[in-house]
């Protein structure tokens, strides 16, 4: 059987939503950093919670950021499968599909075979 998982970034909401769905269980819920503008982490370990109503559910702890910088730019390039037909086939061997002219990644984004959201994200990890 196939159970739907759910994951969000915003630790505001979790607690709140949790309590919601599991009565009399009054998890902790903290208050918004004015500095981040993000929910502040209250959990602290994994739990599993049954629902009344059915259905479990897992709580664990967030990771708010993660680093990459152990890959290098050709490892990040490979983590996007849709860029695969195009790498390679730039003009210039050495090309960071960032500038350069004639970029087969950027002429594929371009004509809408690469998603701007996709580019953006290789482009904030490299």
């Known amino acids: 059987m196939i159970k739907p998982t759910f994951s969000w970034g915003n630790q505001a909401l979790e607690n709140p939503l949790i309590n919601e769905l599991t009565p009399n269980l009054n998890l902790r819920v903290n208050e918004i950093s004015k500095k981040s503008k993000l929910g502040k982490h209250t959990t602290t370990n ?4 049954h ?6 559910l897992i709580d664990s702890p967030g990771v708010r950021e993660f680093h990459l910088n152990t890959l290098t730019s050709q490892e990040i390039l490979s983590g996007f499968r849709e860029f ?3 790498v390679g ?6 090309c960071v599909h960032i500038n350069e002219p004639d970029c087969a990644i950027k002429n594929a984004l371009g004509n809408g075979s690469i998603h701007p959201k996709r580019y953006e994200s ?5």
Do not use: A, H, M, V
């Not at 994994?46 to 919670?49: C, D, E, P, Q």
């Not at 086939?89 to 050495?94: A, I």
């Open 46 to 49: 994994t739990t599993l919670y």
């Open 51 to 56: 629902i009344p109503s059915g259905g479990d």
């Open 84 to 86: 695969k037909p195009f």
């Open 89 to 94: 086939q730039c003009k210039f061997r050495n």
């Open 122 to 126: 290789y482009l904030n990890l490299i």
